[in-house]
């Protein structure tokens, strides 16, 4: 298995896809993987960040409510970011979704807890 995080990431995505409750919209932010300098600097002046999760979306709750939330996938022996754990407090302070998990398992269980998927 030489990609483990992408292989949790697609199972989370099929999971998402066949189990997302009503109100829930979420995209994967395309920031990671390798580019060259220029399309890296394209990218920074086009506002790309690092820390942002590798999921995120929102649940509209029918009545004008909206809670954000984000999901970062992790390899099993992954470690996050300074940048993914400031981005993870900060949306978790203002009282939204947000979390880490390194399996599929445990991304469920977030999901699931969150009101994400059914």
């Not at 995080?5 to 919209?25: F, S, T, W, Y």
């Not at 932010?29 to 999921?55: F, H, N, Q, T, Y």
Request: a neutral charge; hydrophobic letters at 45%.
């Amino acid at each position: 298995m030489r990609r483990p995080e992408e292989l949790i990431h697609r199972a989370v995505v099929q999971h998402l896809e066949l189990r997302k409750a009503p109100g829930v919209m979420f995209t994967h932010p395309a920031s990671g993987g390798g580019r060259s300098k220029a399309e890296a600097g394209i990218m920074k002046a086009l506002g790309v960040r690092p820390g942002w999760p590798d999921l995120v979306g929102v649940v509209f709750d029918g009545a004008g409510e909206m809670r954000v939330w984000g999901l970062e996938l992790k390899a099993p022996q992954g470690r996050l970011t300074k940048e993914q754990r400031e981005w993870i407090k900060a949306v978790s302070d203002a009282g939204h979704y947000a979390g880490w998990a390194s399996s599929v398992d445990d991304a469920v269980d977030l999901l699931a807890e969150w009101g994400v998927i059914e």
